[in-house]
């Protein structure tokens, strides 16, 4: 096996080196690649981190495909984010409330469905665990693990969010 290091030119637009041909070994990117990464960029990545999680949460026990296919569907939806969030919020530092500052700021589009404040609140999850996951792993695992995966609690946080979305809306 060759075990030459071949480093990705910044032209090519590819942030991490390639430790060999046959075998990639992702690299955290460096600083200034880091900082030039916007909160939306950070938030895409991060939103398919947090999707292999949560999938891999739900391969056991083994069930048929449709099946883990809702299961994972409720828990990455918005909604399903927003409450995970919640449940975080105790354990985060005070720079990673930061990231999640800078990642709801950037949530700006407008949502087909559910209200502007649940998909802020996801979009900054998002965002908070693709910055995590460039920069610290460990830290984004430890995080991680502190999830509950219960079946439904998504479908409750979305009708408690409308909930206060529209009693709020009344004063």
Known sequence: ?????????RSSGSLFSVESAEFASFLPPTAVAL??????AL??????VYELYVRSHYLIPPKRLQDY?????????????????????????SA???ILRRGRNAASHKSKRGDP????????L???????????????????????????AADRASDD???????????
């Open 35 to 40: 900082e030039q990464l916007s909160p939306a």
């Open 117 to 124: 404040k649940t998909y802020q609140q996801a979009t900054s």
């Open 126 to 152: 998002e965002t908070l665990i693709g910055y995590l996951y460039l920069t610290n792993p460990q830290r984004l695992f430890q995080l991680l693990a502190h999830l509950e995966f219960v079946p439904g």
């Open 96 to 98: 990673e409330q930061e």
């Open 1 to 9: 096996m060759n075990s030459d290091r071949i480093t990705a030119q």
């Open 161 to 171: 969010l409308k909930e206060t979305a529209s009693s709020s809306e009344s004063y």
């Open 69 to 93: 296919h809702a299961q994972v569907v409720r828990q990455v939806r918005a909604e399903g984010q927003a409450l995970q969030l919640r449940l975080l919020q105790p354990y985060l530092t």
């Open 43 to 48: 938030a895409y990545l991060g939103d398919a």
